[in-house]
Structures are given as structure tokens and as C-alpha cells.
């Protein structure tokens, strides 16, 4: 009974540490969504309108632009995955490669060839493990992006989008990300970044009562968009960093509480079976200081006779 008492204390002692470590974590990760989420409603007007403008200067104009014409047949897309560099997030890089499984799957099934661009340690780990072949990755900024990094993201992607498919560019530009809706609810999102799809910008901004302004452009429209095509791209993949950070912490939080809160119960399930081995242990002391004491009147009655 003693050997199994101390068994319950230690393995009581070990669960304590653990969950102080999850509740520090939960802390930790709670204090970070408050910054993430700040950074994602400062970020969001400036894509938004951004794509407003590139709308209404690809709808005024006739020009024939990588940001705006689609190929006729497209053959090779390209697409940005955002993970997570860190684990212990639940679901979240694993929801995150699905969503893009499912986008490499139907671009393929379309005909495309797919050049994968990936963020995170998590989706390196998985595209290296399964050996399959990633044209380009970062690591180590998923937690708190910054502007720079965006910028360093969007680069090759958009030297992809201006070159040839027969030199190795892409027709197509998606990203894949986890959308911050709430604090209980990310969703993993597919969405095309590049050629912009100008009927559907249209249409948003008719269900929003919304009607673009008209410009003039100097020095011509063409020249407009190739400023503001390396913009928007960076604000896009920087609002998405964002998003992607704070559904993270968001899902680290989620993770941490669920752990803590069953490190509570564990705990309470070992005291109860360490309480009862105790209770055990001393009973048996009793009954053998009952049985000695027992046995030591027998005999000295027996020598009494």
C-alpha cells in the first residue's frame, strides 16, 4: 500500500507542474490575442480600400494587367500556406494544410500545376515529411508578423506572377490562412489573391451601396497598377499574417484552458485514489496492531494457565 501511495504523489506532484505550465501558457496567449486582434482591425480598412482602388482603376481602364486579366488557360497557380511555427494549438496548422490539400486537389483536378509557398514550421515539417517539393518557406514570424516580413513574403510571389509560366511564373495567385472571426471561432479560408476577380469586387461593392470614384490617370493606368500591384499584394498576405497570428493565439488559448481544466480533474482523480490507498494503508496498520495486541493477550493468558 505504501509503494502505491507514493506512486499517486508523484504522478500528482508531475500533473501539478504541468498544468501550472498550461495555465502560464493560457495567460501568455490570452495577452497576445488582444495585440493580434488591435493589429488586425488597424490593417484591414487599408487592404480593403486598397482593393477598392485597384478595382476602380482596373474597371476605368482597358489595360491588359497581371493583377487584373486572367489567362485564357491557365496552367501553373501558385499557393501561399500560412501555419504556425509552434504546436500545442489544437487544430490549427492541421485544419490550415487541409484547406489546402483541398485547394492544391481542385486546382490540379482544373489542370493546373501547383508551386507551393509556405509560412510556419508546422507546414514545412509536413510538405518535408512527405516529401514533396516547396518552392519557397519562412519560419520563425508567425507569432508576430510584421510588415517587413510581408514584404519579404510577397516578393518572390510577385516576381512569380510577372514572369511566364514557360520561365517558371505562375497564372495564379492563392493563399490559404486562418480567418480570426471571435475568440471561439477561426476558420481556415482559401482565397484568390491574384488576377483579381473584378465582377466579383463589383459585386460586393453593389450589395454595399458603395459606387467607385472616377480617376484620372497620369501617367497611364498601366503604370498606376504596377505601383500598386506589389501594395496590394504585401497589405493582403500582411492582413492575412495578422489573421493568422491571432487565430493561433486564439487556438493555443483554447488548447491550454482544455489542458489545465483536465489537469484539474486528474488531479482531483489521483487524490481521490492516493486518500483511499491512505485509508487502505492505515487500516492495515490498525489491524495489525489489533492482531498483535490480540495475539500478545492469547499468549499471555496461556501462560497465565
Known amino acids: 500500500m505504501g509503494a502505491q501511495l507514493r506512486v499517486y504523489k508523484r504522478r500528482i506532484k508531475s500533473v501539478t507542474a504541468t498544468k501550472k505550465i498550461t495555465k502560464a501558457m493560457e495567460m501568455i496567449a490570452a495577452s497576445r490575442i488582444v495585440k493580434a486582434q488591435r493589429q488586425v482591425a488597424a490593417s484591414t480598412p487599408y487592404a480593403t480600400e486598397l482593393t477598392r482602388a485597384v478595382t476602380a482603376v482596373a474597371t476605368g481602364s482597358t489595360t491588359n494587367h497581371a493583377l487584373t486579366t486572367e489567362v485564357e488557360t491557365p496552367t501553373r497557380a501558385a499557393i501561399l500556406l500560412i501555419t504556425s511555427d509552434r504546436g500545442l494549438a489544437g487544430g490549427y496548422s492541421a485544419n490550415a494544410l487541409k484547406a489546402a490539400e483541398q485547394l492544391t486537389e481542385r486546382l490540379r483536378g482544373e489542370g493546373k500545376e501547383v508551386d507551393a509557398y509556405i509560412v510556419g514550421r508546422k507546414g514545412v515539417s509536413y510538405y518535408g515529411f512527405r516529401e514533396r517539393k516547396v518552392t519557397e518557406s519562412w519560419t520563425g514570424f508567425t507569432d508576430n508578423p510584421t510588415y517587413a516580413d510581408a514584404k519579404m513574403v510577397a516578393a518572390p510571389l510577385i516576381a512569380a506572377i510577372e514572369k ?82 491571432a487565430s493561433k493565439h486564439a487556438a493555443t488559448r483554447r488548447a491550454m484552458k482544455s489542458a489545465t481544466d483536465n489537469a484539474g480533474e486528474l488531479i482531483k482523480s489521483l487524490s481521490r485514489l492516493a486518500n483511499a490507498a491512505r485509508q487502505a494503508e492505515i487500516t492495515q496498520e490498525i489491524s495489525e496492531i489489533v492482531g498483535g495486541a490480540s495475539a500478545l493477550a492469547d499468549a499471555t493468558a496461556g501462560s497465565d494457565k
Do not use: C, W
Request: overall charge negative; charged content about 25%.
Open 164 to 245: 511566364d509560366t514557360a520561365e517558371g511564373g505562375v497564372d495564379e495567385l492563392h493563399i490559404v490562412f486562418t480567418e480570426f472571426i471571435s475568440m471561439l471561432t477561426q476558420t481556415p479560408v482559401q482565397k484568390r489573391l491574384l488576377p483579381l476577380s473584378l465582377e466579383k469586387a463589383k459585386e460586393e461593392t453593389a450589395t454595399k451601396g458603395e459606387i467607385l470614384p472616377l480617376f484620372d490617370f497620369e501617367p497611364s493606368a498601366e503604370d498606376v497598377l504596377d505601383a500598386l500591384l506589389p501594395r496590394y499584394v504585401e497589405s493582403r498576405i500582411y492582413n492575412a499574417l495578422l489573421q493568422a497570428a
